[in-house]
């Protein structure tokens, strides 16, 4: 959604720089009722650990509205390059690390989920992005979720991740020049209610794929997505002259 938001709003002449914090600040806001219809449907089948969403969440929230801030002070380039970037770093990483066999369930561990939450949402903050691209990572790697469980309760966590992060969007956008009409700051309630609309019900078929696809090819599905969006906004396609 970050980018195609981004160059919609620059096909209406706002701003690069205005646009790309457009696409970041409205995206967190559609990712809430996203991301919460899918936490339900993951709840519903036990694969939400709600405990550790909370502790996850707040310290990603936290991080997320400082994140905002820190976004709202760089130019576009450094914002596209450094959402790609996060991106590709995080397929490269699910792709290259070693399978784990996991055979116990993950300890109760509030202070490491506070550590690893914070500045996951400091990232998420910046990137204009709900977090799931690095919080699964962490959660199968560090945390020692297993890959059904980290899908559900990092849907829990990014509800409370784009809270924050639309918080800090909204109040770093209010009184900027060039917004499109019915802007709040750097969210756009057209652009959200448009993209909501859809995403809400798909998201309940993604749940339903997602239950339906063993682990490691859920995994592979996760990577091959984030590496195109990653490359994507790098602009490497681009440079290569490829029409995709």
Known sequence: ??????????????????????????????????????????????????????????????????GATIAAHLPAEVLMVSFGVVVLVGAIR?????????????????????ASGFPIGIVSGIVGIGGGVLMIPVMVLLLKFRMHLAVGTSNAVMMATSIGGVIGYVANGLGVQGLPAYSIGYVNLISWLTLAI???????????????????????????VMAYVGLKMIGVFGWLGLPI
């Open 198 to 224: 859809m995403s809400v019900p798909m998201a309940q078929v993604g749940v339903m794929a997602a239950h339906r696809l063993p682990a490691k090819e859920l995994k592979y599905v996760f990577i091959a």
């Open 94 to 114: 699910m792709l290259t690390a070693k399978p784990s066999v996991i055979t116990e369930e993950p300890k109760d561990r509030p202070l490491l989920w506070v």
């Open 1 to 66: 959604m970050v980018p195609v938001q981004f160059w919609i709003f620059q096909e209406m002449g706002v701003s690069s720089d205005v646009a790309i914090l457009l696409a970041f600040g409205t995206n967190l806001l559609v990712v809430l009722p996203t991301v919460a219809s899918s936490a339900v449907g993951h709840s519903r089948r036990g694969a939400v650990w709600w405990r550790a969403g909370v502790f996850l969440g707040i310290a990603s929230a936290i991080g997320a509205v400082i």
